[in-house]
């Protein structure tokens, strides 16, 4: 099985994923936090691509695609969940040369609608763990100790993205590059709308009747 979240920034793609490929065994692909790893690590690849995230334009695609390709294989889970990839047309094309080569495709695209308000709302509340890269909101999800991961106890930072300019040109990039992939799998016939503008539960209610 492979699926792919689709949305803006901040729509809760990740919070979901997590709960989702939990509960389906499936292996949890976030580009995001794929990026922020090698960033960490300061290899070529994150120095290189750390421009491009601080200001929130998207890393090139040739890139993107390089770091997906062979990552495609889920020998010990039941399939994928790509969250943040594809983000282009070029991206969700290469997705779909390299699944066919091995006699797969996608299953379903899951895009989480909310509105521009409520996203600037999330990505303004936002923590994050840069262990193993959980998200909090001060309000909406804090955790239980004021600024420690749940999971793994790291201190809880603000992604550099997730400052106010950035914030800005992410919507805007998501606007011009990213909506054209909605198109791209509503023609394919596999795209599924969710209300993502609901509660955290709600929309995990919502999303475990689309992916059955
Ligand atoms: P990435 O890390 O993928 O960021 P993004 O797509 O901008 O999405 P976010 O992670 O910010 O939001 P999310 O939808 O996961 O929301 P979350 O669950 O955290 O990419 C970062 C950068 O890497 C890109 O800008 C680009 O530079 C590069 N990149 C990555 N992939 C790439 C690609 N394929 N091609 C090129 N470049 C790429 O939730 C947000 C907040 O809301 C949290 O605080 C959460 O607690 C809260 N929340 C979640 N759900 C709800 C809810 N239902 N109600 C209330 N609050 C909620
Ligand atoms: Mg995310």
């Not at 006699?103 to 509340?125: C, N």
């Not at 600024?147 to 400052?163: A, F, H, S, V």
């Not at 919507?171 to 054209?180: A, D, F, H, I, R």
């Amino acid at each position: 099985m492979l699926i792919v979240f689709l949305g803006a920034p901040g729509a809760g793609k990740g919070t979901q994923a997590r709960t989702l490929a939990e509960k389906k065994n499936l292996t949890h692909l976030a580009t995001g936090d794929l990026l922020r790893a090698e960033v960490a690590a300061g290899s070529d690849l994150g120095l290189a691509a750390k421009t491009f995230m601080d200001r929130g334009d998207l890393v090139p695609d040739d890139v993107m695609i390089r770091m997906i390709q062979g990552r495609l294989d889920s020998p010990e889970s039941a399939g994928i969940l790509l969250d943040g990839f594809p983000r282009t047309v070029a991206q969700a094309q290469a997705l779909d040369d390299a699944l066919s080569a091995e006699g797969a495709g996608v299953d379903r695209s899951i895009y989480f609608e909310v509105s521009e308000e409520e996203l600037v709302r999330r990505l303004a509340g936002r923590s994050t763990c840069p262990g193993c890269q959980r998200a909090y909101h001060d309000t909406f999800n804090p955790p239980k100790s004021a600024e420690e991961c749940d999971g793994c106890g790291t201190k809880l930072i603000e992604r550099e993205d997730d400052k106010p300019e950035a914030v800005r040109n992410r919507l805007k990039v998501y606007g011009t590059q990213t909506t054209p992939v909605l198109e791209y799998y509503k023609s394919a016939g596999i795209l599924v709308e969710v209300d993502g503008e609901q509660s955290i539960v709600a929309v995990q209610t919502d999303l475990a009747a689309a992916v059955v």
